[in-house]
């Protein structure tokens, strides 16, 4: 083991866990801990990290260097006993740049769909040969990690925006998804919440690569911002190559584009001309959503630019198995398909909702959502309701506050008393039961956001299960 000793406060996080993985690759001594156990906590102890639930602060020493993400209260005890000691801390984006120091960084950033990218991107540059280390917030099925260590000269990673810790980064390549207005409890303004994605792609090594989806009206803007006299040194305003992709015609002033032209769509899969230039390469992606052709047309790009090609990245395309929590089949009871999803901003939930009207194919779509930070609620109430009443049936349960205190009067009722099919039950359970006694065959239900909502697929599925045996004995 090295010399260097480290402690992750809130290790079972999604973004902590994939650090914590790879500090232990390169062989660093560390401990974590956590308020709540967990399945992140259970593979990192099964790794041979020792990990425990709640604090422990006696164990804390001067030579340890803290690892904290920005959900961790300064008056934890571990943290406030690091504080105390002396022990040097680094922030959850600081940990990861030193995990990826030695190599070619691509930041993939995006107010939604940068988890599947970045999946996507580890792995199609993985079967591409590569070898890449990555981190990514979720775990990318082909693999069952969502962090890996790997040989090769690339490390792939989530850019989290919503702290603006994604300065801290200094990548060779970025990618940004979109750039719509969240997190506004720390930006204040979305032109705050704008700037900070101009600041980040300024943050990108001189020579590197920005490459934004145009058909995002915040990505148009950054882009016309970063080619504006002034917008950043001269040396790297003459040096950063800027790349696009979309469905619509791009804006002007691009380095390359690719241009994606949707050729189909059923329950199962989605596919695309990629017209680069002159060349138009044929990719069928193995995942439905129309929103993923975008995501791929990112990772097509960025896997051109490390050098492969374009008939080699749609194969490997084609075999992309998805990240977990990304439209997840849980289980399938009585012709009733429970599937599980991430979505917590009102633009992924909107897309969530075609793409589950799609795959019912003439069953109803009943939903379980789980509001994820009361801010975000208190935010996009009417937003969340309109994407929400795509479905038949809608229940919403408590906010999961995650990081956050509770804000007086933000409760999920300010979201279903907007809502034409929605319904309020604070109790995740019980309304899971709920959703299964009222479910039909041919009928698709959703347990939808970021928080521990998709531990109510187990709680439907139950219920379906026994449904079946009564009705089936």
């Not at 308020?35 to 425990?52: A, P, Q, V």
């Not at 580890?122 to 990690?145: C, E, I, K, N």
């Not at 009102?346 to 795959?359: C, D, F, G, H």
Request: include cysteine.
């Amino acid at each position: 083991m090295s010399e260097k000793k480290y402690h992750f406060i809130g290790v079972g996080g999604a973004g902590m866990s994939v650090v914590a993985q790879l500090f232990f690759a390169r062989g660093w001594e560390l401990t974590g801990s956590d308020k709540n156990d967990s399945t992140n906590l259970k593979k990192l102890r099964e790794l041979g990290i020792k990990c425990w639930v709640g604090t422990r602060p006696q164990l804390i020493t001067p030579d340890t260097t803290i690892v904290y993400s920005s959900a961790i209260h300064p008056d934890n005890p571990e943290f406030a006993a690091a504080k105390a000691v002396g022990c040097k801390v680094m922030h959850r984006s600081q940990a990861l740049a030193l995990a990826a120091a030695d190599r070619k960084f691509v930041a993939v950033a995006g107010a939604h769909g940068k988890t599947t990218t970045s999946g996507m991107l580890a792995q199609t540059l993985s079967q591409l040969g590569a070898d890449p280390s990555f981190a990514v917030g979720g775990v990318v099925r082909h693999y069952q990690t969502g962090a890996h260590l790997g040989k090769g000269d690339y490390f792939i990673a989530e850019a989290d925006e919503s702290d603006a810790s994604f300065l801290n980064y200094c990548p060779q390549l970025a990618i940004i998804t979109n750039i719509e207005p969240d997190h506004l409890d720390n930006y204040g303004s979305p032109e705050k919440f704008e700037q900070a994605f101009f600041d980040f792609a300024n943050c990108v090594k001189p020579g590197g690569t920005v490459i934004l989806c145009t058909d995002d009206p915040g990505c148009c803007r950054l882009i016309e911002r970063l080619r504006s006299p002034g917008a950043a040194t001269e040396n790297k305003k003459n040096s950063l190559r800027i790349l696009g992709y979309g469905i619509e015609n791009p804006p002007a002033d691009l380095d390359l584009f690719c241009s994606v032209k949707p050729q189909g769509e059923n329950p199962g899969s989605v596919s695309a001309d990629y017209i680069v230039g002159e060349e138009t390469t044929a990719v069928r992606l193995p995942i439905p959503g129309r929103h993923n052709l975008l995501n791929a047309a990112a990772v097509f790009l960025a896997a051109r630019v490390a050098g492969f090609s374009n008939v080699n990245i749609a194969a490997v395309l084609g075999e992309f198995s998805g990240t977990a929590r990304r439209f997840e089949t849980k289980g399938e009871i009585g012709r009733i398909r429970v599937i599980d999803d991430y979505a917590h901003h009102p633009t992924e939930v909107q897309a969530l909702m075609r793409q589950a009207r799609e795959a019912a194919a003439g069953g109803r779509v009943l939903a379980l959502f789980q509001p994820h930070l009361y801010s975000r609620t208190r935010n996009f109430a009417s937003r969340f309701a309109s994407a929400l009443d795509l479905a038949d049936q809608v229940i919403v349960c408590d906010i999961y506050g995650a990081r956050e205190d509770p804000i007086p009067g933000v409760t999920s009722r300010i979201i279903t008393e907007k809502m034409r099919r929605g319904s309020y039950l604070g109790d995740r359970d019980e309304a899971a039961r709920v959703l299964a006694k009222a479910a039909q065959p041919g009928d698709l239900i959703l347990t939808v956001g970021a928080g521990d909502v998709t531990a109510a697929g187990a709680v439907i599925l139950q219920a379906l299960a026994v449904r079946v045996s009564r009705d089936h004995p």
